[in-house]
């Protein structure tokens, strides 16, 4: 069990993104019929959610299972892994006003 602990000494961050993972990929997507459209939530929303109910800074009691040591940590990689999201968007706008140009 050492073993174990000192390669993964962060165990806790990694058990609840699992559980979260898996909780999300559960309940999959669910889409919502709005007028001619519809709007989908896909299992990262619902993976974002949850993983903002258990932010020792949202809610105290989380505090005891996660530290703000790993939420430092895996700042930058959740920065790094959204931003392709972000970027996407702002893109497509970019090459759309350069067509109408």
């Known amino acids: ?6 390669h993964f000494p962060e165990w806790r961050l990694h058990l609840t993104v699992v559980v979260l993972s898996v909780i999300a990929e559960l ?12 709007v989908l939530l896909l299992p990262l929303f619902y993976s974002f959610i949850l993983a903002l109910f258990l932010n020792p800074n949202v809610v ?7 530290t703000e040591k790993p939420g430092g940590q895996s700042t930058p990689i ?23 140009q």
């Open 1 to 6: 069990m050492n073993n174990i602990r000192s």
């Open 27 to 38: 309940i999959g997507v669910l889409r919502i019929p709005l007028g001619i459209g519809s």
């Open 60 to 66: 105290n009691k989380a505090a005891g299972w996660l």
């Open 78 to 100: 959740i920065l790094i892994s959204v931003l392709p999201f972000l970027a996407q968007p702002v893109a497509s706008k970019v090459l759309q006003e350069a067509e109408a």
